[in-house]
Structures are given as structure tokens and as C-alpha cells.
């Protein structure tokens, strides 16, 4: 392989992490607001809002169902009005974010949900109020399998910034279409994928150590 | 009776919750009355499925009962705005079967949930903390985390929670169901003790009779969202024939002899000891004369008092049986059929 083909792949290994890194700071926070509430307006939930519930429900459903190729294409408006462009690593950040806040929500929701309803009882109990529930029971409690429900995600997003260099997003996916596969670069198309490889197993490693060393059980 | 009378540190009303489940109705309580005085231990014994839950539910403010009041410390919690039922719950502390404990923290850092709760400052939290598992005798694992600690320290360190915001009331939903024997009875003696040293009032809800035989200075009989007997256990004792008294007298061994008039006997207290040592002058029994043979006897504290059963048939001639039993009477005997034994179950 050339240098010219290594800077290349070099250079999209860092687009693409930088599109995952950036999806991920905004997905975290706001999937975990999401879940969040999905988890307290539901039925018998503290805050119990049904309508508020099946709304939200609703949203995150949709957001999950539409295939990301399409919602990348469907969102150009909104990326526009957003980053001002609908081309590079920035203008692929908005779909991912987008695709990546309901399927982190869900996690969320999911892993708060695994928490025993007797801890919650117990800081009940010393009279905690619903936000101290949260911060103190619920989202401790379930760290680890936070952390892991974000590996998971991470990987994922991973998967989706490849198919945002078909919109011109920039990164390995970019690079793998135009090179390796309009160009028959075969090389570059081999390099690409053992280097996604290989971030998938960093990720997932980091994620389990991370994950393990969270838990006290 | 004036409502904040200040020996009640626990008092339930008229306490109904009814459940709806579809179209139907559920009802969970039926019109509770309890009155724990301050100091006591007080048992709610009852089978799953007489509204235990639900009256504990009641008693801590996490479950609105339909009709009836709620008053701890005089203060009716029912009547409280959410934020102000927050600060109330902390005057009962719970003891959960579970345990209850957040795996994520330190058993320091658990004892120290409720005065975070309250926002306390970190210092002084550590410093409550620290002292509240010394008294726990668990002072020398406030760094270990629940999954290095065995069944029973786990529920010291749910004692010691309990106790961090210094409740009127702590609340024992079946502590010890979940423990073996042993280390149940050594839970069972922290909380004696806690109540002795410190005047702790503690209300044990539990499905287990040994607990409260041990443990209770008077106790009500939850059957079906009601309660159908309750007292001090001396006095329930003294009562043969009520549902209380039945669960708490010692089991007699089967058998014994049939044909003569076999009676049933109980003593409470003074008049138990007195009846066990057989040759005491004293023995009410031989003081009224009455000539009865012992078939069995068993013994044993009831509420910290001593309760003597005795199973007798008696000798003396026919014409003098009625007699003989009100002469036992006289003596305090309790004299009744012998029953078959109960089960909490069917009482």
C-alpha cells in the first residue's frame, strides 16, 4: 500500500472517530434524558403522564423504524438548517445524532428498568424525591449496564457513519465507496474494513472494562 | 381519646384501602385499628395475603389508604402535601426482607443515603454513619460493598439506614424471613436491643410466630385486611380461646390419655413459675386442692412473660368435676378443651 493510500485511510480513521465521538457526546446526554422519561411517565410511574408516554413512545419508535439511509436523505433540510451544510463529518453528525438518541433511549429505559423496585422503595422510604430516585437509585444502580447499553450504541453509530459517506459525509465509509469500490481499489476497500474491525474491538473492549469495573456484584 | 396523646408514637384509624382490579373492587384493608405505644415492640402477624404489605405501604406514606388516618408522632400523614409527606416518611424507618441495599455504594455510603436525602453535609453524614454501624457491630466493614457482605450484616447495614434520620418508628417488613436461623436470632437480638438502649419503638410485620413470641410486647392478628385479635401477648395468652392466644401458646406434645376429663391449662407469669416448680408450696394447683394427673406440660416466654401449658385429666370424682373446674379458674388456670393444635394459616 501506498503512503499516499495509508494518510487516506489515516485521515478517515479520524473522521470517522470524530463523528462517532461527537454523536455520541450529544446522544449520551440526551438519550439518557429520554429514557429517563420515558421510564417515569409510564404507568404506576412516579410521574405517570400517559399521553406524555405514548407520545414520547411514539417519537422514538419512528425515529428507530426509518432506515438510516433514508433518514439521512430526509433530514438534508434540517442538517442545513442546523450546521449550515449537508456535506463533510459535521453535516453526518446530525443524522447520526438524530438516528442514535431513540435507540440509546430505549437502552436506557431498559437498563433503569432492571433496577429492583425495592431500591426504589428503600430512598423512598427515607423520603427521597423523584429527581433524588434518579440520581441516587436509579442511574447508579444501573451504571454498568449503562455503560454497556453505550458500547452497544457506540458500535452501532460506528456502523452508521460508513453509510454516511454515501451523502458525502467524509470518514472510512466515504473512502471505502469512492476508492474501493468506484475505483476498484480493492486494497483500500480491505483496509478500511480491517480498520472498522479493529475500532469495534477497541470500543467493545474498553466498553467491558469499563463496564466491570463499574459493578460491585 | 385525644389523638396526639403522647405514649402513642404510631396510630392507625379506621385504615380501609381498597384496590381497584378491572371492574372489581379489591379490598386490602377493612377498617385497621392499631395504637403502638412509644417503646414497644409491636407485631403484625399475619399470612401473605392479609394486607400486610399494604398496611406497611399505609404506615410509611407510600400508599394513600381510601378512608382512615395515618398518625405518626400525632402528625395524620394522610392529610400531608406530597413534599410534606416526604419529610414525615423520614420518622419511620424500614427494614426491608430484601435488604434493599444499592450495590453501587459502600455500606458506609448506604447508611449515609438518608441524610444525603436530607442534605446533610458530607462530614457529618460520614461521621453519623460511622457511629451508626459501630452500633450495628459492623464498624470495621463500612468500606465493603453488599456483595462482600453475608445476609445478616447486609440487613445490619439496612438496620443502620433505618436508623440514620433518627426515626420515631422503625418499620421491620419481615427482616429476618430471609435469613437462617442464626443469623435471623442475632438480627432478632440487635433489635431487642436496640429498643432497650436507644427506646426504640419498632413494629415487626411478619408472617413467622416464633418472631413475635420473642420479640413482641403486644402484637395484632391481620386476617384478611383485618384484625381479628390483638393485645399484649401476656394477656392474649391468658385468653385460650381467642385466635391471638391459640398462635401464641406453646405446642403441647401429641397424644395423651383418653377416657377422663383431659382439660387443657394455662398459666401466665408469676403463677407459671409457681406451677412448673412442682414442689413449691405455692403451686396453684395444690393449693385449691384439685386432684388432676399431668399428661403434658410445656413452657416457655410468651412477650417476656413466662406461659406454662399444662394437659391434666382429672381424678377427682364425677359430681366434683365442676367443682374442680372452677376451682381452676379460681387459680387462674384458664381451664378449656384441649383444642388440635394451630397453624397461622387456618387461626
Redesign the interface.
Known sequence: MSDETVDLIWEATLETLRMVGVAMAITIPLGLLVGVLLLLTARGAPLQQPIVNRLLGLIVNVGRSVPFIILLVALIPFTRAVVGTTIGTTAAIVPLTVATIPFFARIVESSLREVPAGLVEAAQSAGASDRQVVTKVLVPEALPSLVAGATITTIGVLGYSAMAGAVGGGGLGDVAIRYGYQRYETDVTIATVVVLVVLVQLIQLVGDVLSRRLSHT | MPTDSPDIALRTTALRKVFRRGSTDVVALDGVDLAVARGQVFGVLGTSGAGKSTLIRCL???ERPTTGAVEVDGVDITALSRSAL??Q??R?G?V?Q?F??????SALQNVA??L???GISRKQRRERALKLLDLVGLSDHADA???QLSGGQKQRVGIA?AL??EPTVLLSDEATSALDEQTAGSVLDLLSDLNRRLGLTIVLVTHQLAVVKRMCDAAVLLREGRVVDGGTLADAAARPASPLGRLLLPALPDGGEHGAEVLDLVFVGEQARRVMARDDADDPLRARGVAVELLAAAYEPVGGEPVARLRVALRGPVEQRAADRAALTAAGAHPHEPETELELETA
Do not use: K, T
Not at chain 2, 434493599?100 to 455504594?105: C, I, K, V
Open positions: 410509611n406514606g407510600l416526604r419529610a416518611r423520614r419511620i424500614m426491608f430484601q434493599n441495599l444499592l450495590n453501587s455504594r443515603l438518608p444525603e436525602i436530607v460493598h453488599p456483595a439506614r440514620a434520620a
